[in-house]
């Protein structure tokens, strides 16, 4: 389970990243603040990503659902992010499901 919600994580991260400067552009939004809320969006996936999935941390995994919220979120800077934090949020419980299948006994 550990390496696919970290997948998905450092793959949100890096869609996160690459949306700062279509906010920016097309959205509107003043460079500090699509900088600042893209950039900690994005550095707490890979924060996450590093701790989820850990014996005794399913906290992660709360903490990522979280995160999964808050992309959603972001759509009202980039109304393209509803679709793709809705599309990660997809991939996101895929990932425990299928984690948690596959570590069962």
Do not use: K
Not at 60 to 70: R, Y
């Amino acid at each position: 389970m550990r390496r696919l919600c970290a997948t998905v994580l450092i793959m949100e991260a890096i869609v996160i990243g690459l949306a700062i400067p279509v906010a920016i552009t097309i959205g509107h939004a003043s460079p500090r603040a699509a900088g600042a809320a893209g950039g900690a969006l994005a550095v707490a996936a890979v924060l996450m990503a590093g701790v989820v999935g850990r014996p005794g941390l399913r906290v992660a995994l709360v903490a990522g659902s979280v995160l999964q919220v808050l992309v959603i979120a972001a759509g009202a800077l980039v109304p393209v992010m509803y679709a793709l934090g809705v599309i990660f949020a997809g991939f996101w419980v895929l990932a425990i499901w299928m984690g948690r299948r596959a570590e069962a006994p």
